[in-house]
C-alpha cells in the first residue's frame, strides 16, 4: 500500500510540470509558457533587436592635434570614458525602445584607423518578452581639420593682439614683465610673442584672452590702454563679421630711480611736494619720495594720466660719487610731524648730511660738496653712491620757480649706493620665447638683464614676485684657474661690501627647467 501512494504522488507531480509547461511552436522545446510560446532562441533568430543600429560609422579626427570631433573638438586618450562617449554619441538607433546595458572597447592595432566597440542591449518584444543581444560597432577614423588647426595654416593665426609699449630708451620694464608673466602663467593663452625695439606684441586666438592679459599687465605697471578693431570679412546676408582686435597699451615713462618734476598745480594736489623728487618704486601706483624731508606720495594710476609726470633725468645720467663723510639728523617724532602716514621707509631711509667728492675728481681737485639725502643708513665713509649732478642738468622749458629753490638747497641728489658685486651668482632667471621678422637681429639687453638683477638683489619685495633658479654646478670640466686669477678672485673676496645685497638660498627654486623632457610614458627595462 505504502508503495503504491508514493507511486501516485510521483505521477501527479509529473503531471502537473508537464501541464506547467509547453512547447515551442518553433522547435517543440518544453518552455515556459509565454506571450510568443517560443524559445529565447528562436526569438533571437527569427527577431533582431539591432536591425536600426549601424555596424559601421564614421569618426572625425583631427590630423595635427589628434582631437576628436564632439562637438567641439575634444582632446581624448586611446580607449578612455571621454572616447566611449563621443562614439556612443555617433550610434543611432540607442534609446528608449533599445536600452544600453554595456559597451566596452575591442582591442584593435594602433595604426589600423579603426575603433570596435562591443555593446550589450535589450529591447522589449512580442508582448513583454525581453530579449538581449550583443554587437559590435566600427568607427571608421576620418582626417579632418580642426578650425584652430586651419588658422595655424593660414596669415590669421590669431584674433587679438595686446601692443605693449613704453617710451624709454631701456628694456627693464619689459624684463621685469617677462618674470611676472612667468610667475603667475599669464602667457598660457598667448599664440605667439613678437619682440620689436619698441616693445612687444602678444597675440592671442580669443579677444577675452587679450582683455584678461591686458588686466593683468594694468595690475601691475600703471598702464593706459586704447582698444581698436579691422574688419576681416563680413557676411551681409547672415550679418556676420568678423575682426581682428588691437589692444595698445602704453605704460607710463617713469621707472624706478627716476628724478621727476612735479609741476606747481600738481604740487598742490600732493600736498606740497618738492619739484623735484625720487620714483622709490613702481606698481599700480607711483611712489614719489623727496629726498630732503623723506615724504612719501603715492600716485594711483587714473590720477596719473590725469595729469602725467615727465621724468628729467633717469638711471644714464647717474654720476658716481665718493662717500667722504656721514652725519644723520635728528629725526622728527610722529608725533611732530604733520602727516605722519606719508613718513614712509623709516627703518630703510633715514635723513643725513652726507660729505661726498665727484669719483671723477678724485686726484683731480679738491672739489666737495655737502648734500642731504635719504641714504642716512646705507652710506658709510668710503662707500660709493650714484647720484644726480643737478649743476648740469639742463631744465628749460619747465617752471623753474621751485626748482631753483630746491637746487639752492642741494646741488646733488644721491639715489643708489654702488654694491661692489662679484662676477658670477649662483641664481638665474627664464626668458620667454620670442619670435622677429625675418632678417632683425635679436637685442642686445645684457646691460638691462643685468641692472634688473641687480634690482632683484636689493629689494626683497620685488624678489616676491619673480621665480630665481639654482644654477647646476659645472665645474668638472672648468680648466684649472691660474696663479694670477686665483689673486685676482681674493682680492674681490676682501673688498666686498659686508652687507651687500645677496639673494638667500631659501628663496631659491631647485632647478632650472627650460625644456620638459620628462617621457609622457615609463620607459621598460633594458633589453
Not at 46 to 61: A, C, M, T, Y
Not at 264 to 292: F, K
Request: hydrophobic share 35%.
Amino acid at each position: 500500500m505504502g508503495m503504491k501512494r508514493q507511486h501516485d504522488s510521483a505521477m501527479q507531480d509529473a503531471g502537473l510540470s508537464m501541464a506547467a509547461s509547453v512547447l515551442c511552436c518553433s522547435c517543440g522545446v518544453p518552455i515556459v509558457p509565454n506571450q510568443a510560446m517560443r524559445c529565447a532562441q528562436c526569438l533571437k533568430s527569427e527577431v533582431s533587436i539591432v536591425e536600426g543600429i549601424p555596424r559601421q560609422v564614421v569618426l572625425q579626427q583631427c590630423r595635427s592635434c589628434n582631437r576628436y570631433l564632439k562637438p567641439p573638438w575634444t582632446a581624448c586618450e586611446p580607449e578612455s570614458r571621454e572616447l566611449l562617449g563621443i562614439c556612443l554619441k555617433r550610434i543611432k538607433g540607442l534609446g528608449k525602445e533599445v536600452r544600453l546595458i554595456d559597451a566596452s572597447f575591442i582591442w584593435t592595432e594602433e595604426h589600423s584607423k579603426r575603433v570596435k566597440v562591443k555593446l550589450t542591449v535589450q529591447k522589449e518584444v512580442e508582448n513583454s518578452s525581453v530579449l538581449q543581444q550583443t554587437m559590435v560597432v566600427e568607427f571608421q577614423i576620418v582626417n579632418q581639420q580642426c578650425d584652430d588647426c586651419k588658422k595655424s595654416f593660414t596669415p590669421h593665426t590669431f584674433n587679438a593682439i595686446a601692443q605693449v609699449r613704453q617710451k624709454v630708451t631701456h628694456r627693464r620694464t619689459f624684463l621685469y614683465l617677462e618674470q611676472l608673466i612667468m610667475k603667475h602663467n599669464a602667457h598660457n593663452k598667448v599664440v605667439s610673442l613678437k619682440e620689436s625695439r619698441e616693445g612687444l606684441d602678444f597675440h592671442f586666438a580669443q579677444r577675452s584672452h587679450a582683455q584678461h592679459f591686458v588686466d593683468f599687465i594694468s595690475s601691475w605697471v600703471p598702464t593706459r590702454t586704447r582698444n581698436s578693431k579691422h574688419l576681416l570679412t563680413h557676411d551681409a546676408n547672415s550679418n556676420v563679421y568678423q575682426y581682428k582686435y588691437t589692444m595698445a597699451c602704453d605704460i607710463c615713462p617713469i621707472c624706478a630711480d627716476d628724478l621727476v618734476f612735479v609741476p606747481r598745480g600738481h604740487s598742490a594736489l600732493l600736498s606740497g611736494a618738492d619739484p623735484l623728487m625720487l620714483c622709490q618704486r613702481v606698481t599700480n601706483s607711483i611712489r614719489l619720495i623727496s629726498p630732503l624731508t623723506l615724504r612719501v606720495h603715492n600716485i594711483p594710476t587714473p590720477e596719473y594720466w590725469k595729469r602725467p609726470l615727465d621724468p628729467v633725468c633717469t638711471r644714464a645720467h647717474l654720476t658716481e660719487f665718493i662717500v667722504l663723510n656721514v652725519e644723520l639728523l635728528k629725526q622728527e617724532t610722529p608725533a611732530e610731524t604733520s602727516q605722519p602716514s606719508q613718513r614712509g621707509g623709516r627703518s630703510r631711509f633715514a635723513l643725513a648730511d652726507v660729505e661726498i667728492a665727484r669719483a671723477a675728481d678724485l686726484g683731480v681737485n679738491d672739489d666737495r660738496l655737502v648734500v642731504r639725502t635719504h641714504l642716512g643708513n646705507m652710506l658709510k665713509p668710503g662707500q660709493r653712491a650714484y647720484g644726480y649732478d643737478l649743476r648740469s642738468v639742463n631744465i628749460s622749458g619747465l617752471d623753474t620757480a621751485g626748482v631753483e629753490e630746491q637746487m639752492q638747497r642741494t646741488d646733488v641728489i644721491l639715489v643708489r649706493k654702488l654694491y661692489k658685486r662679484r662676477k658670477g651668482r649662483a641664481w638665474d632667471v627664464q626668458r620667454l620665447d620670442k619670435d622677429r621678422d625675418e632678417g632683425e637681429k635679436p637685442l642686445n639687453d645684457e646691460a638691462d638683464m643685468e641692472a634688473m638683477k641687480q634690482d632683484l638683489e636689493e629689494d626683497p619685495e620685488m624678489r616676491r614676485h619673480v621665480n630665481m633658479f639654482k644654477k647646476e654646478a659645472n665645474n668638472k670640466n672648468k680648466p684649472s684657474s691660474t696663479a694670477a686669477e686665483a689673486a685676482d678672485e681674493d682680492d674681490g673676496e676682501e673688498e666686498d661690501d659686508e652687507d651687500g645685497p645677496e639673494v638667500p638660498l631659501a628663496e631659491l627654486l631647485e632647478g632650472m627647467v627650460l625644456v620638459d623632457e620628462t617621457p609622457t610614458v615609463p620607459a621598460g627595462p633594458s633589453e
